[in-house]
């Protein structure tokens, strides 16, 4: 059965590196998402891509993340400076359309120290 | 603005008794609603949805709930609870006039379910 994949698993980062979050969405999946949950916390909404450009974007979503499909293949998240209030678990999440069920990585556990 | 609230931040059920997880929505138009389960250290997996069929909705591992309208709520429910449904359980709400298709997360509720 086909499934949403994150790479790595966990990372872990000084406070204003540069870090890269990477997905290999479901192959026939136009939309694709990124929502990150801080421990304890709800699942929340950061980013929509549809189409190589950002459908919607949260609040949270601000200049120090980016979004790119650099190929056929990935997705990736990156966040320019860390901060400490990054540190979340990151899930990667695609779908057929609207109408349709999102499926959801694993996750990226990221750690800002 | 979409909201989904989730009654009971932790439920705990003895093995074989009812499981009743609380919904709520707000939505301007009626949403399309799911409910996703998430085991320790795993990802988000999708029990069932609701996109404006039947209301009574069937899920996987014996779950399914109810979309009332006149409620706005989206109840999770399971005859018998088993050890292996100790999980997070989220209620999400996706805005059906949206081209987004973004979800929007309740708080969630952590199941015990003790033997």
């Known amino acids: 059965e086909p499934e949403v994949t994150q790479t790595p698993s966990h990372q872990v980062t000084q406070m204003g590196q540069e870090v890269i979050l990477r997905c290999v969405p479901i192959s026939n999946h136009l939309y694709f998402y990124w929502y990150r949950q801080i421990l304890g916390q709800k699942v929340e909404f950061l980013v929509s891509?549809?189409?190589?450009?950002?459908?919607?974007k949260s609040e949270i979503f601000d200049d120090q993340f980016s979004v790119e499909r650099p190929d056929g293949s990935n997705f990736t998240l990156k966040i320019r400076s860390t901060k400490l209030e990054d540190s979340a678990m990151y899930f990667c999440?695609?779908?057929?359309?609207?109408?349709?069920?999102?499926?959801f990585g694993p996750g990226t556990r990221l750690t800002v120290t | 603005a979409q909201s989904v609230t989730q009654l009971g931040s932790h439920v705990s059920v003895s093995e074989g008794a009812l499981v009743l997880l609380r919904c709520n929505y707000s939505?301007?138009?009626?949403?399309?609603l799911f409910w996703y389960v998430q085991y320790p250290n795993q990802g988000l997996q999708l029990l069932l949805k609701y996109t404006s069929a039947a209301t009574l909705v069937k899920g996987i591992n014996g779950f399914e709930a109810e979309f009332k309208k006149s409620e706005t709520s989206f109840h999770l429910t399971k005859p018998s609870a088993h050890m292996s449904d100790a999980a997070e359980y989220f209620c999400a709400v996706s805005d059906r006039s949206s081209n987004t298709g973004k979800l929007i997360f309740g708080q969630g509720t952590t199941l015990q379910v003790k033997p």
């Open positions: 939505s301007s138009v009626p949403p399309y």
């Open positions: 891509f549809y189409n190589n450009e950002i459908s919607e």
């Open positions: 999440a695609s779908h057929r359309s609207p109408t349709y069920e999102q499926y």
